[in-house]
């Protein structure tokens, strides 16, 4: 191993350092390009041959992808570490993507949205030649490594083939841009992303509204939806929408699971015999009879825990899972009985303690209890 390579710097302090620059909203980078020659992005992954190899490629500009999978892996996470580096504190900052959850997703929306007159939503294009043009346009903003960005238009042939280790990134760096050109927009009072979707807030006329929707759509928004806050639009599997309160002038955002969800789901899972009639016939699950009881039971526990954990911030979450759970509740009895040839009645009074019920686990030694933990709402201002 070449006696230069070893002097560098470990991979942690060259991406802390490239993180510390970043944060500056006008500085650009002129020798990223050096630091794939470091070793350290590398051993854990290559062998020295290996990485001797790729780094004698890169240092002359011979390297290809799509030429050998292992070391398009290794580049492909070397380059991914530096180019978050420089873009992901910026981007964070305007749309409150990189690591944060969901809660913190909805936290930022409940405080920055009431303002908001109208609401835009929509999903981010995946990248086609016109916006591999916008998108290495915008890079060299800030990156004056030539040699980097003649990295880059080399993987575009990764992308466009959709093979390989790059489109994720390249597809990061895609939205990455699209939040730095959507949010210089001067219409835009709060805008935050999640992967390839976005919502957005403009305030007054209807015009200002559209205006934004062209830019979105010129930008690279595949769909674009426009409704008044009042009325709201989806977001991250949500009815986001703006209300005044009576006893309050602030207005106040809600999250809410969209209507026909709980149907959606009714469906999907065969519940019920027909979601049209006007009274609700709970179905067997014919796939789980012959499971043991108490998997039986831990598999519709472990989807209601599922479908609330994602809608646990839902203002109405606790009408709209207790009537989900009422249909699995039934429709898991009805597939016990089913199981020992007998009625639901008798099932309810064979396991029924107190005002829940449960079957016996594996063992014998304890009790599985269907889900009665409750539904409460979550604030997404709690800790946690």
Not at 225 to 252: E, N
Request: glycine fraction near 4%.
């Amino acid at each position: 191993m070449k006696g230069a390579q070893c002097l560098m710097q470990s991979s942690e302090v060259v991406l802390h350092n490239l993180s510390k620059q970043a944060v500056k909203q006008d500085h650009t980078f002129h020798k990223i390009y050096r630091h794939l020659y470091n070793v350290d992005f590398y051993q854990a992954t290559l062998t020295v041959k290996q990485m001797d190899n790729l780094i004698a490629m890169l240092r002359d500009e011979s390297y290809q992808p799509l030429c050998d999978e292992v070391l398009d892996d290794a580049l492909n996470e070397a380059l991914t570490q530096l180019l978050q580096a420089i873009y992901q504190p910026a981007a964070s900052k305007v749309s409150h993507t990189g690591a944060t959850s969901r809660q913190t997703k909805f936290r930022y929306v409940k405080q920055n949205f009431t303002q908001a007159t109208w609401l835009l939503s929509g999903a981010i294009r995946p990248l086609d030649d016109a916006l591999h043009h916008t998108l290495i346009d915008w890079l060299t903003l800030r990156i004056k490594d030539q040699k980097m960005i003649r990295l880059l238009w080399k993987l575009r042939k990764s992308y466009e083939s959709k093979k390989g280790s790059f489109q994720s990134l390249l597809q990061q760096l895609n939205f990455y841009s699209f939040d730095a050109r959507v949010k210089s927009n001067a219409g835009i009072t709060a805008y935050v992303r999640h992967k390839g979707d976005y919502l957005l807030a403009v305030t007054g006329h209807k015009k200002n509204a559209q205006a934004v929707h062209q830019c979105l759509v010129k930008e690279g928004a595949s769909i674009c939806i426009i409704k008044h806050s009042k009325q709201g639009v989806p977001f991250l599997q949500h009815h986001i929408r703006v209300r005044k309160r009576a006893t309050c002038d602030t207005p106040r955002v809600q999250l809410l699971i969209p209507k026909g969800t709980i149907e959606k789901i009714i469906v999907q899972q065969r519940i019920v015999k027909d979601i049209n009639a006007k009274s609700w016939v709970p179905l067997h699950r014919t796939t789980l009879v012959t499971a043991p009881a108490d998997v039986i039971v831990k598999t519709y526990n472990e989807q209601l825990r599922k479908w609330y954990r994602i809608y646990q911030y839902a203002d109405n979450v606790t009408p709209k899972m207790q009537q989900l759970h009422y249909m699995m509740e039934y429709s898991c009895l009805k597939t016990l009985a089913n199981k020992y040839k007998t009625t639901v009645s008798k099932i309810k009074t064979m396991y029924r303690e107190g005002k829940t019920w449960g079957v016996p686990n594996g063992t014998g030694t304890a009790r599985v209890y269907f889900y009665n933990e409750g539904y409460a709402r979550k604030s997404v201002f709690n800790n946690g």
